[in-house]
Each structure stands twice: as structure tokens, then as C-alpha cells.
């Protein structure tokens, strides 16, 4: 029988490296993708990974190059990612033998009753191996769902990362669209003034009574308010694009061009059956649950026997200190163990049945994750579309405006059109600025939403 011990340890660790499925490999859940998008035509083209280029503003450049490089979001993500790095290496230690050296040494002195001394010098060295058979495939599973883990943090820095630099395109558009209404304000302001000095002039001269004055003066004092939120809502989202960009608020400064001078790039929506592979999110959601199936593999094998071997080998010598000693004397002990869970208590059957309730839970969060990727493009390419609308008509419509407030103009400087007759036809062309800069912003958003919803140019490496 004890001949027969090494042809059982081999032939257990020939068995530990074939390994024991115990559950099915994972399979990315199968997910019905539209035909087509009902709210745009479908071309073979994804964004580029340097989307943002496609508005054609090197400040949105530089912002978008500052956020990559001091964002402290993305910073927190790529910790993330060596933290989840670091966790596979440690739990693919456990495929491999650990190995350990010792030594050690001993002096003795011993006086015998005749006052006679005796040294001793006693020194060891040993070399231990030990390692767990991975019969049932615990380790590797193991293993496989820290690596899925990894590879779900690395997704998750590219949502963030989609996040971040949205969220900065969004921002600048903001900035500027708010910049654009605070000089519209102003102008205004400025137009209200001259024409409330013009009308002190016809007052002094008893051309206007006193109501046209104090209809004047109001103007001003209107015009003059709007000024100040305008401001403050500028001030506000230069912070934010301090925030994002990593950088102190008061070095940020925006274009003086205004936002019309922003290219709206003409945007495909690919194939939507390859739209999955272009969402980082999705992505993310399908590593979790790969790193939950194989979570339930190392819960069922924590129900099995577990195999262990463990080896040392080493040598010792003694000498005295009045003559040499003998030859090192060769150490060596081989040890294999099982050992087999009993009770305790439910435990492991509880955390089997709890990682099994979880990857259902990712099995839904996934299928939901994915109609969400859908729903998102769907809901896009509405927005840019009607966005586009609205800014044709808002353009129409300002022009009108534009063209009877120059009328009104030429009337009251020649006396045909009276004072209220001309305040009325300014004070509509401020909405109608101000309606367009707003259609303008909406539609550049629109594009940055489609943009995030198709993966913003990201898609799984081959």
C-alpha cells in the first residue's frame, strides 16, 4: 500500500489539472437588437475615439486633453484598475505551488561536574513546498472571476471616462451659449440706454409726454436685471469646467466667438446590432457576470473534499567545537491531506445559494443594460433631429424680427412710428436671440448625448 501512495498522489494531481467542471462556461446572455433605428438612418460608421474633434474647437480640445490628464474621477478609475489587477495576481497564486526556505542555528555550551566544557553548533536548512489540488477547478474559477473583475474595471474607466469628457463638452457648450445670452443682455441693455437718451432729448423738447419716458427708463432698468443671473450662471459653469478639467477657476476663459461658430457634425448611428460592443457599460455589465459564474464554481467546490500536498526536504549537521562533525544528514517528509466540510451551519450552502441569486441579479441588470444602450441611441437621434428642426425655425423667425425692428427704427427716426410701437419690436428680438442661442446649445447637447449613447467611439478590443 505504501508503494502504491506516489501513483495516488500523481494520479490525483493529473485529475487536479484536468480540473472537475462544475458549472457551465460563461456565455455572453443572447439580446435581440432592432432591425434599424426608427429615429435616423443606419450607416456602417461609429465615432471616432477623438469624437470631440468633429465640432472643430481647439479650446474644446485643449479642455478635453486637460480632463484626460487631471480628472480626478478618471484618476480614481485607473486606481480601480490596479486594485483589480493586483486582486487577479493574488488569487491566481493559489494555481501555483508555494515554496518557502528556512534555516536555522544552535549554539550550546555544556560544563560537565568535572568543570570540563563542551560546545555544540547545531544548523539546519530546509525547503518546504505545499500546494492544493485543484480537483474541482476552485482555483482557476477563482482565479477566472477576479481576472472578469479586472477586465469590468477597465470598462468601468471607459464609462467614466465617456462621463468625463461628455460632461466637459456639455459644460463648454453651456459656457458659451451663456456668454453669447450675457452680450446679447448687454447689447440690449446698451440699445435701451441710447434710446432712453433719445427720448430725454424729444421729452426736453416736448416731442414725447412723460409716459414714454417712464416707459423708457423701465426698459433700461429690464434690460439692465438680466445682466446680473446671466453672469452668475457663467461664473457658475466656468467652476464646473474647473472641476472637470483638474484646473484652477480663474485660469479658465472662453472663446469670444460665439456659439454658432461651433461646427454640428454630421453624426452616423452604426449598425445596431453592433451597438453592444460599442457600449463600455454593456461591457462591464457582461465581465460582472462572467465573474459570477465563477463565483458559483467556487461555492460548489467548497462543498467537496479539498487536496492538499506538501513536501520539505533539507539537511542538518551538528559538530562539536573540539573535533569536526559527521556529514549533513538529509531531512525529508512528504505529507498529503483531504479534507471534507461536515457542518458548519449552513455556510457554504448559504454562499452558494447567494452566488447564485446574484449572478440572476446581473443576468437582469445586464438584459436591462442593454435595452437601455437601445433606448438611449433611440431617444439621441429624436433629439438631434428635432433639435436641428427647431434651430431652422428659430433662425427663420429671429430673422423676421430683425427685419421689422429695422423697420420700426426707420419709422421713429423719421416720426412715423411712435415710441411704443418701436420698444415692442425690440423687445421681441431679445426672445428670439436669445430662443435661437438656445436652439443652437440644445442641438450641440443632442450630439454630445448621441455621441455617449453610441460608446463615444469606444468599442471592445479585438
Not at 456668454?179 to 430725454?200: K, M, P, V, Y
Request: aromatic share 6%; with cysteine; hydrophobic share 50%.
Amino acid at each position: 500500500m505504501i508503494r502504491q501512495a506516489p501513483r495516488l498522489i500523481l494520479a490525483l494531481a493529473a485529475a487536479a489539472l484536468a480540473g472537475c467542471q462544475l458549472a457551465p462556461d460563461h456565455t455572453a446572455p443572447a439580446t435581440a437588437s432592432p432591425p434599424a433605428w426608427r429615429q435616423g438612418s443606419v450607416t456602417q460608421a461609429w465615432p471616432a475615439t477623438d469624437w470631440w474633434r468633429g465640432f472643430k474647437s481647439p479650446q474644446l480640445d485643449r479642455l478635453l486633453a486637460d480632463a484626460e490628464a487631471d480628472n480626478d474621477d478618471l484618476k480614481a478609475a485607473a486606481a480601480r484598475v490596479r486594485e483589480a489587477d493586483a486582486q487577479a495576481r493574488i488569487a491566481g497564486a493559489a494555481l501555483l505551488p508555494t515554496v518557502g526556505l528556512g534555516a536555522g542555528g544552535e549554539a550550546t555550551r555544556i560544563v560537565n561536574p568535572l568543570g570540563k566544557e563542551r560546545h555544540n553548533l547545531n544548523a539546519s536548512a530546509e525547503l518546504g513546498v505545499a500546494y492544493e489540488l485543484d480537483f474541482w477547478g476552485k482555483n482557476r474559477a477563482a482565479a477566472t472571476a477576479a481576472e472578469q473583475t479586472a477586465q469590468a474595471a477597465r470598462y468601468d474607466q471607459a464609462v467614466v471616462r465617456l462621463t468625463v469628457l461628455t460632461s466637459v463638452a456639455d459644460a463648454y457648450f453651456q459656457a458659451r451659449a451663456l456668454r453669447d445670452q450675457l452680450d446679447i443682455a448687454r447689447q440690449q441693455a446698451a440699445l435701451a440706454q441710447a434710446q432712453l437718451d433719445a427720448t430725454r432729448a424729444k421729452f426736453a423738447q416736448g416731442l414725447v409726454d412723460a409716459q414714454s419716458l417712464a416707459l423708457a427708463e423701465a426698459q433700461v432698468q429690464t434690460a439692465q436685471a438680466a445682466t446680473g443671473p446671466l453672469a452668475g450662471a457663467l461664473t457658475h459653469m466656468l467652476d464646473a469646467l474647473a472641476i472637470l478639467t483638474g484646473r484652477s477657476p480663474e485660469t479658465i476663459e472662453i472663446d469670444r466667438a460665439p456659439l454658432d461658430a461651433v461646427a454640428a457634425p454630421d453624426l452616423g448611428a452604426g449598425l445596431p446590432s453592433q451597438l453592444l460592443l460599442h457600449r463600455p457599460d454593456v461591457q462591464r455589465s457582461e465581465a460582472a457576470l462572467a465573474a459570477a459564474n465563477a463565483d458559483i464554481t467556487v461555492a460548489r467546490a467548497d462543498l467537496l473534499p479539498s487536496f492538499n500536498l506538501t513536501a520539505a526536504g533539507g539537511v542538518e549537521s551538528m559538530a562539536l567545537a573540539s573535533a569536526a562533525g559527521g556529514p549533513p544528514q538529509t531531512l525529508y517528509n512528504l505529507a498529503f491531506s483531504v479534507f471534507q466540510p461536515i457542518f458548519d451551519g449552513g455556510r457554504l450552502r448559504g454562499q452558494l445559494d447567494r452566488n447564485r441569486a446574484r449572478y440572476d441579479e446581473l443576468l437582469a441588470d445586464y438584459s436591462k443594460t442593454a435595452r437601455q444602450a437601445f433606448a438611449d441611441v433611440e431617444d439621441a437621434l429624436g433629439a438631434v433631429r428635432d433639435t436641428g428642426a427647431a434651430q431652422t425655425a428659430d433662425q427663420a423667425a429671429l430673422g423676421r424680427m430683425q427685419a421689422a425692428l429695422a423697420m420700426s427704427r426707420a419709422g421713429y427716426a423719421a416720426g412715423a412710428v411712435d415710441l411704443p410701437t418701436l420698444q415692442a419690436a425690440q423687445a421681441a428680438v431679445y426672445p428670439a436671440e436669445a430662443a435661437l442661442d438656445q436652439a443652437r446649445l440644445a442641438h450641440l447637447q443632442s450630439l454630445v448625448l448621441l455621441y455617449q449613447a453610441l460608446g463615444g467611439g469606444w468599442s471592445l478590443p479585438s
